[in-house]
T-cell receptor, first 118, second 109 residues
Framework: GAGVSQSPRYKVAKRGRDVALRCDSISGHVTLYWYRQTLGQGSEVLTYSQSDAQRDKSGRPSGRFSAERPERSVSTLKIQRTEQGDSAVYLC????????????????FGSGTRLTVV | KNEVEQSPQNLTAQEGEFITINCSYSVGISALHWLQQHPGGGIVSLFMLSSGKKKHGRLIATINIQEKHSSLHITASHPRDSAVYICAVRSRNTDKLIFGTGTRLQVFP
C-alpha cells in the first residue's frame, strides 16, 4: 500500500522481556521516527534516523530503546527489559527529503502498535 | 516553554456543539499535522497543512503562518469524536517532528 504500516497491532509482553515492533514505511522515504503516545505523558520521541545510516540519531536516547533499519523502508524498534511504564501506543512516522536537503512534504504516520506490559 | 502548545488540555462538550482546539508553535515549520488518537490507541492522521484551510466532513483545520497558529474545528460534535487530538509540526530548520501535548476531548450524548 501507499501508507506506513505497523505490526503487530497489539502486543502483550511480560515485564522484563524484550520486544520488537516493526514499521514498514514508504519506499523512498528517508527520515523515520519512532515515538510513543501515553495518556499521561503525551508524545515522546524515541528514535530518529536517516536512511543513509543504520545507526540512530536519537532525539531522546535511552539505553533500552534502539531502532534498526535492515532495509530503507523497514525499521524495527527494540525495547529491552520492558517495564510497566513502557505500556503505550508506539508509532512510527516517515518522510521524504530532496537531494539538496530541502523538505518537500510532511510526515506519513502509521496507525500504531499498542504495547501492554504485564 | 514547549515549542508546540495546545489548548485546552481537556475539553468536554455536549453532542452537537461546535468545538475548537488550538495549536500555537514558536518555530519555523514546513508542515503541521493534526492527529487523532482514539481510546483504543490507533492513530489517524486527520490533516497536513502548510497554509490556508482544509475541510474533511465535519472537521476543519486552519493555519495562520504569520501568527504561527492553527485551529482544528469540529462541527456538530458526536460522542464518537471523543479522542485525544494531537498537533505536530515539522521544523523547517531541523526537519524534526515536534509534538504538542494533546487535547483530550469528551463529547457526551
Amino acid at each position: 500500500g501507499a501508507g506506513v504500516s505497523q505490526s503487530p497491532r497489539y502486543k502483550v509482553a511480560k515485564r522484563g522481556r524484550d520486544v520488537a515492533l516493526r514499521c514498514d514505511s514508504i519506499s523512498g522515504h528517508v527520515t523515520l521516527y519512532w515515538y510513543r503516545q501515553t495518556l499521561g505523558q503525551g508524545s515522546e520521541v524515541l528514535t530518529y534516523s536517516q536512511s543513509d545510516a543504520q545507526r540512530d540519531k536519537s532525539g531522546r536516547p535511552s539505553g533500552r530503546f534502539s531502532a534498526e533499519r535492515p532495509e530503507r523502508s523497514v525499521s524495527t524498534l527494540k525495547i529491552q527489559r520492558t517495564e510497566q511504564g513502557d505500556s503505550a501506543v508506539y508509532l512510527c512516522a516517515s518522510s521524504s527529503r530532496s537531494g539538496q536537503g530541502r523538505v518537500l512534504w510532511g510526515y506519513t504516520f502509521g496507525s500504531g502498535t499498542r504495547l501492554t506490559v504485564v | 516553554k514547549n515549542e508546540v502548545e495546545q489548548s485546552p488540555q481537556n475539553l468536554t462538550a455536549q453532542e452537537g456543539e461546535f468545538i475548537t482546539i488550538n495549536c500555537s508553535y514558536s518555530v519555523g515549520i514546513s508542515a503541521l499535522h493534526w492527529l487523532q488518537q482514539h481510546p483504543g490507541g490507533g492513530i489517524v492522521s486527520l490533516f497536513m497543512l502548510s497554509s490556508g484551510k482544509k475541510k474533511h466532513g465535519r472537521l476543519i483545520a486552519t493555519i495562520n503562518i504569520q501568527e504561527k497558529h492553527s485551529s482544528l474545528h469540529i462541527t456538530a460534535s458526536h460522542p464518537r469524536d471523543s479522542a485525544v487530538y494531537i498537533c505536530a509540526v515539522r521544523s523547517r530548520n531541523t526537519d524534526k517532528l515536534i509534538f504538542g501535548t494533546g487535547t483530550r476531548l469528551q463529547v457526551f450524548p
